[in-house]
């Protein structure tokens, strides 16, 4: 099993910039990829961004050219570089992680709060 902790987030408006991590622990070896999801208030969690190993990604269209996705392997840790906010951004944002053999775990996730 895999131990995730988020952290990153805060207040900031629109326009700005944020750069949230995730911090692995537990059977990293098994992870392949690492990715970010969100949750707005009274919505359906959804894909934000994914890493895997070798490096390749890719980001959920409401993100592209303002989101960057990054991964450190040694460190364990996966980043979410987020510029341009806007306050449709806002949400919990959450760390997954995926292992060869299809099992997930997810973090505790950490709020992003962007106003106008």
């Known amino acids: 099993q895999v131990q995730l902790k988020e952290s990153g987030g805060g207040l900031v408006q629109a326009g700005g910039s944020l750069r949230l991590s995730c911090v692995a622990s537990g059977s990293i070896f098994s992870i392949n990829t690492m990715a970010w999801y969100r949750q707005a208030p009274g919505k359906l969690r959804e894909f934000v961004a994914r890493?895997?190993?070798?490096?390749?990604?890719n980001y959920a269209d409401s993100v592209k050219g303002r989101f960057t996705i990054s991964r450190d392997n040694a460190e364990n840790t996966a980043y979410l570089q987020m510029n341009s906010l806007k306050p449709e951004d806002t949400a919990v944002y959450f760390c997954?992680?995926?292992?060869?053999?299809?099992?997930?775990?997810w973090g505790q996730g950490t709020q992003v709060t962007v106003s106008s």
């Open positions: 890493i895997i190993r070798g490096g390749s990604s």
């Open positions: 997954q992680t995926r292992t060869s053999l299809g099992s997930t775990d």
